[in-house]
């Protein structure tokens, strides 16, 4: 399975960093604490980055060892990752609101309604990426003009995806979306495990989308 495989690369990665890493320091990090890891932090290099610089501070290690050193037992990783995660919330919101305005008012507010497959997706399909043909479908179930969308106005918004980040100076970038394969793709992992931890009213409201919708 191709997704299967690219998880598994990703994760191979992550380890090959921590290991570089320790090895900098002179440290082990626990086989476990690195484990955990690499499940929670969902391949988001900085988050990798940051949770082992919180241990090796909470061990009081700001340089190299002279003697290899252990560290991360019996850690809570996921509320470590969560707290990382959670100093990110101002950006992320700011990006929901932001983002939902689009260049400028429209009728059908395309970039704001895009938000809503992103919002009611699970973790698994987020990270494998939303199909063109997926969001679609959804958009024409849930928007409140159904009946004028078409693929073009689907189209031109996934198209406008990155230069709408960056005209609304969002960056790094959170969504990409994969013309050749048709596949909008969250590359800012941490926004996935951020959406885990809001409650759906707090993101809708944020996008400025109706929850009864």
């Not at 320091?25 to 690195?34: C, G, M, T």
């Amino acid at each position: 399975d191709l997704h299967l495989s690219i998880r598994r690369q990703r994760q191979m990665c992550i380890r090959d960093r921590i290991l570089k890493g320790q090895s900098l320091l002179n440290v082990q990090f626990d086989e476990d604490f690195i484990g955990a890891l690499i499940s929670e932090c969902f391949g988001n290099v900085y988050i990798v980055q940051e949770a082992c610089h919180r241990v090796c501070e909470a061990n009081g290690i700001y340089e190299t060892q002279k003697d290899t050193r252990v560290i991360g037992q019996g850690s809570n990783v996921k509320e470590i990752v969560q707290a990382i995660v959670k100093e990110q919330s101002g950006r992320y919101n700011a990006f929901l609101s932001n983002y939902s305005c689009g260049f400028q008012e429209t009728t059908l507010e395309m970039h704001r309604w895009l938000l809503y497959p992103i919002l009611t997706s699970t973790s698994e399909e987020l990270l494998e990426g939303l199909s063109y043909r997926t969001i679609r479908n959804i958009l024409e179930s849930v928007h409140p003009r159904k009946q004028e969308l078409n693929a073009g106005n689907v189209t031109q918004a996934l198209k406008a995806v990155v230069s709408l980040q960056l005209f609304k100076s969002i960056q790094p970038i959170i969504l990409d979306y994969d013309e050749s394969n048709l596949i909008l793709h969250v590359v800012d992992r941490g926004f996935i495990i951020w959406l885990n931890v809001q409650s759906k009213e707090d993101l809708f409201l944020a996008a400025g989308l109706p929850m009864n919708e």
